[in-house]
């Protein structure tokens, strides 16, 4: 016994009997910790009086850092007021049976250190359409991604590069400043127009094109496509129709023509179709809208803005997993064409159940604009596809651009990643009093919706080598108990707590003694 009590504490054993295995480190973890050089330090701040649902949390977040201990150099520190300065913390109001409300201050916080670097990772994940429980829930499934994508940005010893390409009125820096302020947690972020060197985008992990409004030559289409043959990832956000947004809001009204980009073959060969047109959702953005009808005082009321719908989530992908809806404006449809099946086509947003697509050439007229709920009988329309998989090159068979020389041309691309949106206003953020808002934000609902979430989660899929994104597809089910059933019979639920067990033993022991009886009166 006591041998086998040195062997269990110097080779531990643990098995996951769970059955979605929320006890269990996936593979990609496991060799991100095998290949620590230096110890990783966790302090977990959440700490205090905290109620049932947090100190699940907690409690999920301390057997988590212990689990990543048991594989790589993980060690856990006690939580320090130090750590909690700067920290923007939680505040929960929660009712008691009593009727009195009870506040409480949090930090959902964890803080990982390595070497001399230290990054801060939030515990809570917040959905606004989902209730405490569920969040916390949420929160649970995405530990493992969230410790082990800090633990990984805070221990490479190289950043990758990723890049937004100018030159084709593409969303300029302050158009974009949210979104690249995100993604620099991750990487290092460049903006430059494209030359006459073939091999200028070979640097960078990801490129994104980020609504352009001018057709592209076919220099930067050629090195585009050769970027894509060597592996490279691309991030298209493309507008499929032109309107003019400063028109719309002098005159109430705006002709919507085709965009003609000249990527229309280009994406063809990838596997994609961005078609001219313009989608309308009765799921959508509201704003503010005049209804007083005299040239008195102005009265203010939200009206559906059909023109800005907000797109549903695909929850089976690990890029839309757990994401809230993304807003959008003047959005457009994108088709899936060719059997290649090399290539894998995942649609990540796409309308909802009441939707409409109006094809241009088309206007515009806010005065004639009426909502009839029977033209919206068109379901989820796609509006972002993730491709993955070997594309063929739109120049196959066709002769260099004039000016440009390569002695690497391929034909066909090795196995990488691509991801089309066929709205530039995902990615764009407004300003207010010369302030950014976060990309996303409705500034009259004030609503904060995924956009952020789903473009910094589309960068880390295209960047990932090491199928760490792969971790938020991880589903702990939810098993709750009903409030009102439990309250209502709380008297009888005691009662059988205390007496079964009590019974049930008493049994036990009559059992035994009427055996023992029978035994050895009968001997």
Partial sequence: MVLLGVASYMYPLRWDLTADKRYSLRTPTKELLQGLEAPVEIEVLLDGELNSGFRRLRRATLELADELGRYGKVSILPASESSREGLQPTVIHEREQNGKTVQTTIYPYAVIRYRERQTVVSLLKNNRTLTGEQNLNKSIENLEYMLAEAIHSISRDTIARIAFIEGHGELDEADVYDVSRQLSRYFDVDRGALTDDVQALKPYKVVIVASPQTPLS?????????????????????????????????????????????LTDMLYRYGIRINPVLVQDLQCLTVPVDVSGTAGEAQYQPMPWTFAPLLLTSASSPVTKDVMQVSSVFASTIDTVGGTPDIRKDVLLATSTSSRQTHAPAEIDLNTVQIDPQQFASAYLPVAVRLEGEFASVFNHRML???????????????????????????????????????????????????????????????????LIALREKSIALRLLNDRRAHQSRTLIQAVSVALPLLLIGILALSVWISRRRRYILQ
Avoid: C
């Fill in 218 to 262: 076919e220099k930067d289409k050629y090195i585009l496509d050769q970027y894509v043959m060597h592996g490279g990832r691309v991030l298209w956000a493309i507008d499929g129709v032109r309107l003019s947004e400063a028109m719309l809001s002098e005159s109430g009204m705006t002709p919507v023509i085709p965009l003609d980009l000249n």
């Fill in 401 to 467: 651009p004039e000016g440009l020389t390569d002695r690497d041309r391929r034909n066909r691309s090795v196995r990488t990643r691509q991801l089309v949106v066929a709205s530039g206003s995902i990615l764009q953020n407004h300003w207010q009093q010369g302030q950014p808002l976060p990309v996303g934000y409705d500034r009259y609902s004030g609503i904060q919706f995924g956009n952020r979430d789903f473009v910094v989660n589309a960068v880390l899929d295209l960047a990932d080598d090491n199928g």
